[in-house]
């Protein structure tokens, strides 16, 4: 099975830090993606890759950015992390058109 | 743009009751609908995936039917247990690798 792993469940984050949060697939997947998930919002796009050093913006990729050096890893990074960014944030990885796998997602909380 | 609808929002059954979870989208220029579950706090599970092509796919208990000319698809749960208690999300993808999201329906099995 592909595994999708995301370094952290939870972090704590003050207010202008640079936040990075790391995102490891296993089966050469040229797709991944990155959401966050809030409460009556849902799921929504932030960024996503279909191939190295490929990045894409989603619907809302105001105050992060990403980098894809390696196939395998897709990074999310806060700039300035501000408290309205404290969410569920889930990576995800595709192979082609077919079905996504996610990982089991970072907790954030910016103070 | 693709909407998602989920009904109903939450769903309380007795354990031993079937699960009927509804999925519907305004776009048919689909490639797929993947049905996930979430558990509180953790990240998506993949449940099914079916493709445009396909009218229903089967996993053990769970089957899920896709009718793309309605814009339908329908999550069936069989003999529910209380391990089942969990919201499942419905996910319609599309042919640029983006997945649009239901709100999800939040189900509670009662022992």
């Known amino acids: 099975d592909v595994k999708v792993t995301q370094s952290s469940r939870y972090l704590v984050k003050r207010t202008g830090e640079k936040v990075f949060l790391e995102c490891v697939q296993d089966m050469d997947h040229e797709n991944m993606f990155w959401y966050r998930q809030d409460p009556g919002l849902g799921l929504r796009l932030i960024y996503f890759?279909?191939?190295?050093?490929?990045?894409e913006k989603g619907d809302i990729p105001e105050g992060y950015s990403v980098s894809r050096e390696k196939k395998e890893r897709f990074s999310l990074i806060l700039e300035s992390a501000s408290t309205n960014q404290t969410s569920m944030y889930l990576c995800?990885?595709?192979?082609?058109?077919?079905?996504?796998?996610f990982g089991s997602g970072t907790r954030l909380t910016v103070v | 743009k693709q909407e998602v609808t989920q009904i109903p929002a939450a769903l309380s059954v007795p354990e031993g009751e079937n699960l009927v979870l509804n999925c519907s989208f305004t776009d048919s220029a689909i490639y797929n609908l993947q049905w996930f579950r979430q558990d509180p706090g953790k990240g998506l599970t993949s449940l099914l995936l079916i493709q445009s092509s396909q009218r229903e796919q089967t996993s053990g208990r769970l089957n899920a039917s896709l009718d793309k000319s309605s814009g339908r698809s329908t999550l069936y749960i069989a003999a529910s247990q209380p391990g089942d208690s969990a919201t499942y999300l419905c996910a319609v993808g599309h042919y640029d690798y983006k997945l649009s999201f239901g709100a999800g329906t939040t189900v509670t099995v009662r022992a």
């Open positions: 995800a990885s595709s192979l082609g058109l077919l079905g996504y796998t």
């Open positions: 890759s279909y191939d190295v050093k490929m990045k």
